[in-house]
């Protein structure tokens, strides 16, 4: 029997950042025995001018693809701003060519972007996302919001992660804060530092890693600034390998963002066995079961940041149950293999609508 096609839309390997780590775990799942899966980038990191050519470039094969092969379904990625243009065009191409289309929402501003737009920018969200035959949302609450816009059902499915076989232990490492995140006000980089700074003092010998792509020069400026400097390793963006070496050697996961969907990366440390701190935004309380399997604190708040933080270094006992809650929170729900099974019967359901 011949498996059917999927075109899935999104950005492509030279790009960081959650969206790409999800469909880079898809490809490499048990969705690619369902389906054949055909790859097309829209966005890569870099400057304007090269985005613009990745973007053309990708829209232009999409054409040629519903042109010449007539795939069963295409899967857009998407989140807001010039993400949900590039995706938008996309999905009138997909209308006009007669194939149905999946979205798939990640960025956690989409809400926020869809009240912000004007008019006619709504009635684009509007009409892409009703004219989809599957809407995919990552948490409860934000399928309620989505819905709330369409008038349609969606289908919630959290973002995926592997479950390393054996947990971190964050009693046998020195005391050590990672973030995993593009570094700037966004993810909470400064909060995260002024935090750091409050809490050093009290706690010698702790450091703070911070790893990701960004404004790592501002970061380590304001770590100058603040005294803390010698305290502050700043490695960069990090393959797979180095990311979970980090994960392996932190103490506590940090992640004070303004604004998120499902952070990967949390749930990364979730799976690793770490206690988390993170902020109430997006979809992040529908996962973390505050004082169970994490702590919860509000975005631009020194210090109650410097406090949750603060807290799990002074009981190494409790951070490390808490983190051994928040990998059994992951365990089946949020495990690859068990969201990429959810992803093949919903692309199935969307098939068969259009048959």
């Known amino acids: 029997m011949t498996r059917a096609r999927v075109v899935m839309v999104g950005p492509g390997e030279r790009s960081a950042g959650g969206v790409r780590s999800v469909i880079a775990a898809l490809v490499a799942s048990p969705l690619a025995g369902r389906f054949t899966l055909v790859e097309v980038e829209t966005h890569a990191d870099g400057s304007k001018w090269r985005k613009l050519v990745v973007a053309t470039r990708g829209i232009a094969r999409v054409i040629a693809l519903l042109a010449r092969d007539r795939p069963d379904l295409v899967y857009l990625h998407t989140a807001s701003d010039a993400s949900f243009w590039r995706k938008a065009i996309v999905a009138g191409i997909a209308r006009v060519a007669r194939v149905g289309y999946v979205v798939h929402i990640h960025g956690g501003g989409f809400i926020d972007f869809y009240r912000d737009s004007n008019a006619p920018t709504r009635l684009v969200a509007r009409r892409m996302l009703r004219g989809a035959r599957g809407v995919i949302t990552l948490t409860p609450s934000w399928a309620r919001e989505i819905e709330a816009i369409t008038g349609r059902p969606t289908t919630t499915i959290p973002n995926p992660v592997r479950l390393p076989a054996t947990p971190a232990d964050p009693r046998a490492v020195p005391p050590r804060i990672l973030t995993l995140a593009r570094l700037g006000a966004a993810k909470g980089t400064y909060v995260l530092l002024r935090a750091f700074a409050a809490l050093a003092p009290g706690h010698p010998g702790a450091r703070l890693v911070l790893a990701g792509d960004g404004s790592p020069e ?32 932190a103490t506590i996961f940090a992640l004070p963002s303004r604004v998120e969907g499902l952070p990967v990366s949390m749930l990364e440390a979730m799976a690793h066995g770490l206690p988390v701190v993170v902020t109430r935004v997006g979809g992040v309380p529908d996962t973390i079961d505050d004082g169970v399997t994490g702590l919860l604190v509000p975005p631009d708040d020194v210090p109650a940041l410097t406090a949750a933080l603060s807290r799990l270094l002074d009981d190494p006992a409790a951070a490390a149950a808490m983190g051994t809650a928040a990998r059994e929170a992951i365990d089946g729900t949020y495990d690859l293999d068990a969201v990429a099974a959810r992803v093949g019967d919903l692309i199935d359901a969307c098939i068969a609508r259009g048959r």
Not at 221 to 246: H, N
Request: charged share 35%.
């Open 218 to 249: 501002e970061a380590l400026r304001l770590a100058r600034e603040a005294g803390i400097a010698d305290c502050v390793d700043i490695p960069g963006w990090v393959g797979p390998e180095r990311r979970d070496a980090l994960l392996d050697g």
